[in-house]
């Protein structure tokens, strides 16, 4: 089970988000993308998930054009938890996790206990099952961020792409639940925001900058302070700790005196 | 999902749903200006499915047969057809102020039916109902194509619908004008507003089959619908060809909304009112909610012509009067309940 992307690239209206980006995901590593806003990491998990379609080069999964398998046995293979997946509809926690086995399910063919057996898993993996019947609108951020993991759980993947899993979490409920994902036995992709996290949980970063990839390797050999000042404008502090985890510190504006507050071009590349 | 609904309970189900069907078709043959035994509609119906040979009043076996059956019919399929487009195309664009008559399909297929019949491209039983589904195309890409320039969003799409009614709304307006005699054009006018006065049985053979297959595509792609639940991206991760999907939903929506505009005009608030009634008795499965809504829509269709025909003695109203009656105050209650959960 292997995913790479060969040579990428992709535009939308008129301006290129991604520019030839080539990584290999390795089997069973936690990958972390990250990147300020606006640097194509959404595009890069759309991508790689084959929900959008390269401009040029391709994306692989099992060295075959991610286009060219169906969608079906795409999904049967990689899950995918987009950032902020919402509705208005009146469905249940457990409804919502039912969702994740539309990919083995045909017009015809009936909901088995099998699939009870696989929804009720993925409630429990998660944490949820006592919520299983609560209303969606009824749950808070952490707790629907826990019910998309656990959809994509019950697609049975070997790969999961996560796009910004923990967006408006509060700190607790971030570490739970990429502990969470991180205890799965499953290869990980996922773009995250906090650098810290990434060091915590990846076992390799992808740095994203301008549609471009700019690093890829061990976090502690990734996020260097000379990297972070040119990716995203900030001074920080590195340090190591006895497991070799790196632990980031900001440095504010102020703690740095008049100097090099001026910000690098790179931040004004926003949106999209 | 079904956990609750065993295989015996999806038989029962579906019998109950049938007989239900069956009592309201009875009662639109019975009820009327003349109340007609329910028995001699029994017997009626007998007559003219298994020669039986009752003897009954010509004129009585006339009007069930000929008048209010095929009325019956044809207003369950199209109750049936509107209700499932407004599910289907609620469910697809994740917007619940979507049906056929908001998002100005309903006005694009009068444009083009009335086109067939006025400026005459061979008008015939088959022609008006293709010329509806050609004109509903157009209205609903013209429709699309604004919404995504307005930005998308729930309001795009609703406010591009506005925009798409009205301008085919005054294109129909502007060829009957041009086009239609005197009489021709009042004969439109009435039809535009709804109306199943002159609809005959040659009628359900067209009314009845478009809305079978309308729910036979509908429900096949009840799994596909479901996945929509989170969007159409998310839809897509779940394995789901979306375009497919979309074309084969939204073509078929438009079919069945040509079919039923080109045989009793546009009718409003069905497509929008009766989908949001299923869901709030079944829920949001579409295996159960798709023929849930087929089913009340057809019913209410029933009803609703039986009141058109008997709520002003001597006189028929419009139908497309009674269900705006009863969708408009329902329209403005769904505008409510999302601005509360907002």
């Given at each position: 089970m292997t995913l790479s992307a060969d040579h990428v690239s992709w535009s939308a209206g008129g301006s290129d988000i991604l520019k030839g980006v080539?990584?290999?995901?390795?089997?069973?590593?936690?990958?972390?993308?990250?990147?300020?806003?606006?640097?194509?990491?959404?595009?890069l998990m759309s991508l790689l998930a084959g929900i959008r379609k390269p401009r040029s080069g391709a994306v692989l999964l099992d060295g075959t054009p991610i286009g060219e398998l169906g969608r079906r046995t795409v999904a049967q293979r990689l899950a995918f938890v987009e950032q902020q997946a919402d509705t208005g509809e009146r469905i249940t926690a457990r409804q919502a996790v039912e969702l994740g086995r539309t990919p083995y399910l045909g017009p015809l063919s009936p909901w088995s206990s099998q699939d009870d057996g696989i929804v009720d898993a993925a409630l429990e993996n998660v944490d949820m099952a006592h919520l299983a019947g609560r209303f969606w609108h009824t749950l808070s951020g952490g707790e629907r961020q826990r019910l998309h993991i656990a959809r994509a759980l019950a697609q049975e993947p070997r790969i999961l792409l996560l796009d910004e899993p923990t967006n408006h979490l509060d700190i607790g409920h971030q570490i739970s639940l990429l502990d969470l994902v991180q205890r799965q036995d499953l290869t990980v992709v996922a773009a995250l925001h906090d650098l810290n996290h990434a060091a915590m949980f990846c076992n390799r970063i992808a740095v994203m900058q301008g549609g471009r990839l700019v690093a890829l390797g061990q976090p502690r050999d990734v996020l260097t302070e000379a990297r972070i000042r040119d990716v995203f404008g900030v001074d920080v502090d590195i340090e190591?700790?006895?497991?070799?985890?790196?632990?980031?510190?900001?440095?504010?504006?102020?703690?740095?005196?008049?100097?090099?507050?001026?910000?690098?071009?790179?931040?004004?590349?926003?949106?999209? | 999902m079904s956990r609750t609904l065993t295989s015996i309970g999806r038989t029962g189900a579906a019998f109950a749903a049938l007989a239900i069907l069956l009592i309201a078709l009875w009662l639109g043959a019975a009820i009327g200006e003349t109340a007609i035994p329910f028995s001699t509609v029994a017997q009626t119906v007998a007559n003219r499915l298994w020669n039986a040979g009752y003897p009954l009043e010509p004129i009585d076996e006339g009007i069930?047969?000929?008048?209010?059956?095929?009325?019956?019919?044809?207003?369950?399929?199209?109750?049936?057809?509107?209700?499932?487009?407004?599910?289907?195309?609620?469910?697809?664009?994740?917007?619940?102020?979507?049906?056929?008559?908001?998002?100005?399909?309903?006005?694009?297929?009068?444009?083009?039916?009335?086109?067939?019949?006025?400026?005459?491209?061979?008008?015939?039983?088959?022609?008006?109902?293709?010329?509806?589904?050609?004109?509903?195309?157009?209205?609903?890409?013209?429709?699309?194509?604004?919404?995504?320039?307005?930005?998308?969003?729930?309001?795009?799409?609703?406010?591009?619908?506005?925009?798409?009614?009205?301008?085919?709304?005054?294109?129909?307006?502007?060829?009957?004008?041009?086009?239609?005699?005197?009489?021709?054009?009042?004969?439109?006018?009435?039809?535009?507003?709804?109306?199943?006065?002159?609809?005959?049985?040659?009628?359900?053979?067209?009314?009845?089959?478009?809305?079978?297959?309308?729910?036979?595509?509908?429900?096949?792609?009840?799994?596909?619908?479901?996945?929509?639940?989170?969007?159409?991206?998310?839809?897509?991760?779940?394995?789901?060809?979306?375009?497919?999907?979309?074309?084969?939903?939204?073509?078929?929506?438009?079919?069945?909304?040509?079919?039923?505009?080109?045989?009793?005009?546009?009718?409003?608030?069905?497509?929008?009112?009766?989908?949001?009634?299923?869901?709030?008795?079944?829920?949001?499965?579409?295996?159960?909610?798709?023929?849930?809504?087929?089913l009340i829509g057809a019913v209410f269709m029933i009803v609703a012509d039986i009141l058109s025909r008997t709520l002003i003695p001597g006189q028929v109203l419009p139908i497309g009067v009674i269900t705006a009656l009863v969708g408009a105050p329902a329209f403005a209650l769904i505008l409510g309940q999302r601005r509360a959960r907002a």
């Open positions: 080539s990584l290999a995901v390795e089997t069973g590593e936690f990958l972390g993308i990250i990147g300020p806003n606006g640097s194509g990491k959404t595009s190591q700790d006895s497991g070799g985890i790196c632990h980031i510190r900001f440095l504010t504006r102020r703690s740095q005196g008049r100097t090099n507050v001026t910000r690098p071009a790179s931040l004004s590349v926003m949106g999209a | 069930i047969w000929s008048y209010r059956l095929s009325r019956a019919v044809v207003a369950a399929s199209c109750g049936a057809a509107l209700a499932l487009s407004g599910a289907v195309l609620q469910s697809l664009l994740r917007n619940p102020l979507a049906d056929p008559y908001i998002l100005g399909i309903s006005a694009g297929a009068s444009t083009g039916a009335v086109s067939i019949a006025i400026l005459g491209f061979g008008a015939g039983m088959l022609t008006m109902p293709l010329g509806a589904f050609l004109g509903a195309l157009i209205a609903f890409l013209l429709v699309s194509v604004l919404a995504v320039k307005a930005g998308r969003g729930t309001a795009a799409i609703i406010l591009a619908g506005v925009a798409g009614s009205q301008l085919f709304n005054a294109l129909t307006s502007f060829i009957v004008t041009k086009a239609a005699t005197a009489e021709q054009a009042r004969g439109i006018m009435f039809w535009l507003l709804g109306n199943l006065s002159g609809v005959r049985w040659p009628d359900a053979w067209l009314a009845v089959p478009a809305a079978l297959v309308g729910l036979a595509v509908c429900l096949w792609h009840a799994r596909a619908l479901d996945a929509f639940t989170f969007g159409s991206e998310a839809a897509a991760s779940l394995g789901i060809s979306v375009r497919r999907t979309y074309l084969a939903l939204v073509g078929v929506s438009a079919m069945m909304t040509a079919v039923m505009v080109s045989i009793v005009g546009s009718i409003g608030f069905v497509g929008l009112v009766i989908p949001h009634a299923a869901r709030m008795l079944v829920g949001v499965r579409h295996g159960v909610l798709l023929p849930a809504a087929a």
